[in-house]
């Protein structure tokens, strides 16, 4: 099955992080990343999406994160 995330986060090091566990997992990047200035908080925030190959049939029910 084909697996998709979107990580997010503000623009710190913590996305930054965020992404290389997701890569460090077998993840691998789905096109480029965004940026977006999020108001209501005042920050910039980021987004990359994922995909990933696994074994199985894809069900609503797979924890996403833990693949």
Partial sequence: ???YRFL???DTAVFCHKV???LNK???L???PTY???AANG???CGQAVVKEAP???HPDVKLGEQ
Avoid: C, P, Q
């Fill in 43 to 45: 920050v910039m925030r």
């Fill in 56 to 58: 199985g049939e894809y």
């Fill in 1 to 3: 099955m084909k697996l």
């Fill in 36 to 38: 977006a200035f999020d």
């Fill in 20 to 22: 290389t566990v997701a």
């Fill in 26 to 28: 077998g993840w691998e």
């Fill in 8 to 10: 997010s986060a503000d």
């Fill in 30 to 32: 789905h096109g480029g």
